[in-house]
Each structure stands twice: as structure tokens, then as C-alpha cells.
């Protein structure tokens, strides 16, 4: 993972996400297809004729694509159980995810990518669920949010930044795995055997040989 931090509001020109763009519905949608995405690329490459590549940091301090994948997964089950905090507590204060803690106390470089994109796409369609039902009073309810600093943020800005967490991502897992994934070279062709094609002259002392037999 790179040390910049993307924006949590407005425009964000790493990956195209706006803030301040789209109803709830259709961020809900973007939030699943863009989950599904990440969760295909991994299987994909976890399938390849190098599974492991899913495993290799293109530099020491970016993530494998398996480890932003595992992020992806808890980011979507961490902001799935803030929704419900929300609703049940009145201000809430969120305890913070600590994703950088996260990657070695789980062990993400470990674990099995197709099992990860299995759950990233559960708990995707879990969080949509989640979201699509609110209404605009509890759109607007506030917790305490610690990133990337403490603040009051209202459920709907929880909807925002995470379909915002899980589109940047995905453009990080794409990134990472043209990286790092083999190349696919064409076979070279066979070279023509001296065998399979003797020459004018050998036909032409064979010939010889048999006339002379006659």
C-alpha cells in the first residue's frame, strides 16, 4: 500500500470517484459491480500458470494483489457492522479498522485467494443490502469516524467512502497484477528439420545409386 492517502471528499483523480455524484441506489450498484471486478481479477490470476503471483508486492511497500483483495473484504464487513452501530447507538464512535495492522496479525499474503474473493463478493452484496434500505433521516445520522482524521460523518458519507474504497482498489489490484503477472509469449515456431527435407544433391546421388542397381 502507497503512503498517499486518496481523498474522502469531492473528486478523487486517481481512480474517477466523485462524492459528490449519485444517488444512493446507483452508488450501491457501482460498489457491487466494482466488488465483483476485484474478485474476478484475483480468481484469474490465482488460476494463471503462476498462482503465487497473486502473492508478489511490485515494491516493498505496495500491497499483492491478494492483500489489497483481503482489505477490500474487511473494508465492505467493517463499514456492513458501522451501518448497524449506527442505527442501534445514537453518535456513535467507531473503533478504527487499523489496516495496516490487519495485513500481518491475519496473515493476508496467506491466505487462499479463491476463498478471499468468495467472501469480498459476500460481504459486498451483505453491505448493499445494508445500504439500500435506509432512509434519508438515517442516511443522515452521525458517528465518529477516525479517518483519515476524527470526525463526525453522517451513514451516507460511510455509503460514499466505501463504494469510493472498493473502486480505488480495484484500480490498485488491476495496477499491481499487470505488474507482476508473466507476460504471455507466443511459442516459437519449429525450425524445418535437415531430416525431414534432404537436399537436391542427396536426392540426386540417390537417383544415381538406383540407376546404377538397374
Known amino acids: 500500500m502507497t503512503n498517499q492517502q486518496p481523498p474522502v471528499d469531492g473528486y478523487c483523480e486517481q481512480c474517477g470517484f466523485n462524492y459528490d455524484t449519485g444517488d444512493l ?6 460498489l457491487i459491480r466494482q466488488a465483483a471486478d476485484c474478485s474476478m481479477a484475483l480468481t484469474k490470476a490465482a488460476a494463471g500458470p503462476d498462482p ?10 505496495v500491497w499483492s494483489a491478494i492483500e489489497y483483495a483481503c482489505h477490500v473484504r474487511d ?5 456492513r457492522q458501522r451501518i448497524a452501530q449506527c442505527l442501534a447507538e445514537d453518535r456513535p464512535v467507531y473503533a478504527p479498522m487499523d489496516r495496516t495492522r490487519r495485513v500481518k496479525q491475519f496473515k493476508y499474503e496467506e491466505q487462499d485467494p479463491m ?15 445494508a445500504a ?11 458517528g465518529l469516524y477516525n479517518y483519515p482524521v476524527r470526525a463526525p460523518r453522517t451513514l451516507g458519507w460511510i455509503i460514499r467512502h466505501t463504494a469510493h474504497e472498493i473502486q480505488h482498489h480495484r484500480l490498485d489490484l488491476i495496477t499491481i497484477l499487470a505488474k507482476v503477472e508473466p507476460p504471455i509469449v ?12 534432404p537436399s537436391l ?11 546404377a542397381v538397374d
Open 75 to 79: 473494508v465492505l464487513e467493517i463499514q
Open 132 to 142: 439500500r434500505v435506509l432512509t434519508p433521516p438515517q442516511l443522515g445520522r452521525l
Open 52 to 61: 503465487d503471483v497473486v502473492r508478489l508486492r511490485p515494491e516493498p511497500d
Open 25 to 30: 441506489q446507483g452508488t450501491v450498484t457501482l
Open 186 to 197: 507466443p511459442k516459437p515456431k519449429p525450425e524445418p528439420s535437415a531430416e525431414a527435407e
Open 115 to 129: 476463498e478471499v474473493a468468495a467472501a469480498l463478493m459476500r460481504f459486498a452484496r451483505e453491505f448493499g443490502a
Open 201 to 211: 544433391e542427396a536426392e540426386s546421388s540417390s537417383e544415381s545409386a538406383e540407376n
